[in-house]
């Protein structure tokens, strides 16, 4: 194949070409470059100091470095080495360091287990049984059009530009499983087929953590929460603002999501996937 091209346009008319199936199943094309210089460029403008006090809003100063690390342009090693030459004081350092450890300890944990991160770590914590859950992805979340701006949005940008931010990524899996009761393992492998930085080690098993097969309790967020970490972008343009299915308390989507489950505050256990604590029920 071809590894040179006088521009992006040029690249993209050739892999059309090339792959005239996946092109007319999705004509979608990510505008993240390739490449070990892409990937440079992408590092130079990372800022840890704001990526630690930000990077939970969908806005935040997150550091897009995820499709270079899938992929071996970039290691973990280059970018902990990076960063800590960056700041001035180590501890501005520690939130992105700590994720990049939550990475390497996804990518060993995928080196024993193998296929098996598909399977359920453990039971469900919802008081609903495996066979409960359905086996495909409702057709209006893939296409879409749920109505519910939020996830109609998430839903569109995993199709149109293969990524999501880390936050609308935990909701997207929550509304599946818990409130459409799908099978974590149907949106894992949803997510895996747009994504463009998908990894089955840490796409399969936060997922499980989210469904609360590699958890003590499952994670679900209310309107509250992602309204306030979207500073209301979707919220604001939502037919169902008000009346909406994430409206309520914690504990009142709990009673309403996981009737025949017991009370989760009475669950002991440490949480498996730390990502989990930020501003959510998790």
């Not at 090693?77 to 990049?100: G, H, M, Q, S």
């Not at 409206?247 to 009475?266: C, I």
Request: net charge positive; proline share 4%; aromatic share 14%.
């Amino acid at each position: 194949m071809r590894r040179e091209f006088s521009s992006r346009d040029e690249l993209l008319a050739y892999l059309r070409e090339q792959f005239p199936a996946a092109a007319a199943r999705d004509n979608c094309i990510s505008e993240t470059a390739g490449g070990r210089k892409a990937a440079e460029k992408v590092l130079q403008k990372v800022d840890p100091p704001r990526y630690a006090k930000s990077r939970n809003f969908l806005n935040g100063a997150v550091t897009r470095l995820s499709p270079y690390l899938r992929y071996g342009v970039l290691t973990l090693a280059e970018v902990r080495d990076f960063v800590l030459n960056k700041v001035k004081n180590r501890d501005e350092a520690t939130k992105l360091i700590n994720e990049l450890g939550w990475r390497d300890y996804w990518q060993r944990l995928y080196a024993q287990l193998g296929d098996e991160i598909w399977k359920d770590r453990e039971s469900y914590k919802t008081g609903y049984s495996g066979e409960e859950y359905a086996n495909s992805i409702p057709d209006d979340i893939a296409a879409g059009t749920t109505g519910l701006v939020c996830i109609d949005s998430f839903s569109r940008d995993l199709g149109e530009i293969g990524y999501l931010h880390n936050h609308a990524r935990m909701w997207m899996a929550a509304y599946i499983v818990h409130w459409r009761r799908v099978r974590w393992q149907v949106g894992a492998k949803w997510f895996l087929e747009h994504l463009l930085d998908g990894d089955p080690a840490s796409n399969n098993l936060s997922w499980q953590w989210v469904a609360s097969t590699f958890s003590h309790k499952p994670y679900f967020f209310n309107r509250e929460n992602l309204e306030r970490y979207t500073e209301g972008v979707y919220c604001r343009q939502c037919p169902f603002y008000g009346h909406c299915d994430f409206e309520g308390s914690y504990e009142e989507l709990e009673k309403r999501l996981f009737p025949k489950a017991q009370p989760f505050e009475n669950r002991s256990g440490s949480q498996s996937w730390q990502r989990g604590k930020k501003g959510g029920r998790g």
